[in-house]
């Protein structure tokens, strides 16, 4: 009796141990793996923030090369948005316990350099120039609209759920600013520059 019960124990021990050992190695390759991911999500972090920094600098030359009062407002708002959302990054990195810090983000330095060469190759005080500020402030806003959403999905994966209401926060007046500026396009602008 004692015998059977020992070589029925033995398998069962083994099987145990196989799947503790499985259970541990498991969690071990996930805490790698999410390890891995955070330190993507802090990297991606770092590329937003050094991009709403280059917004920062770029707006002022947006808003001074805007022909409407309309539009203008609407750059000046959103310059003021920015800061915001400059200062919620700021609040995440800390909220992670990491240096603030940016990374130089190509496409959106590439977004502004396309929104200089329109102004560079437009008439001042024209609604074609303003056509053109427009379709290049949006390709920034659809960038950071596919970042802050891409971002805040990532944050709530893992389980950072105040960094994901920092980014969510931002998303909407991203979302707000772009549908804004359609509106000024298509309420005004679009049609004044095809009668120029
Ligand atoms: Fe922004
Ligand atoms: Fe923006």
Redesign the pocket.
């Known amino acids: 009796m004692a015998k059977t019960s020992s070589t029925s124990t033995g398998p069962v021990k083994k099987t145990i141990a196989k799947t503790a050992a499985a259970i541990g190695n498991a969690a071990i390759e996930k805490d790698h793996n999410e390890g891995k991911l955070m330190e993507f999500f802090c990297d991606q972090l770092k590329d937003i923030y050094w991009a709403e920094n280059h917004?920062k600098i770029a707006l002022p030359k947006m808003i001074k090369a805007a022909a409407s009062p309309v539009l203008q407002a609407a750059f000046q708002d959103?310059l003021k948005a920015?800061a915001g959302?400059i200062s919620r990054l700021e609040q995440a990195f800390e909220l992670l316990g990491k240096p603030v810090r940016g990374k130089k983000c190509e496409a959106i330095e590439g977004i502004v350099l396309e929104g200089e060469s329109i102004i560079a190759e437009t008439e001042p005080g024209t609604a074609v120039r303003d056509t053109g500020l427009i379709l290049a402030a949006q390709k920034?806003?659809h960038y950071?609209i596919a970042t802050y959403g891409g971002l805040a999905q990532l944050a709530t994966n893992l389980g950072l759920t105040d960094v994901a209401q920092l980014l969510t926060t931002t998303l909407a007046e991203?979302k707000e600013?772009d549908a804004l500026l359609t509106e000024i396009a298509e309420n005004s602008i679009n049609c004044e520059a095809a009668s120029e």
Request: proline share 0%.
């Open positions: 917004i959103h920015t959302h920034v806003e950071e991203e600013t």
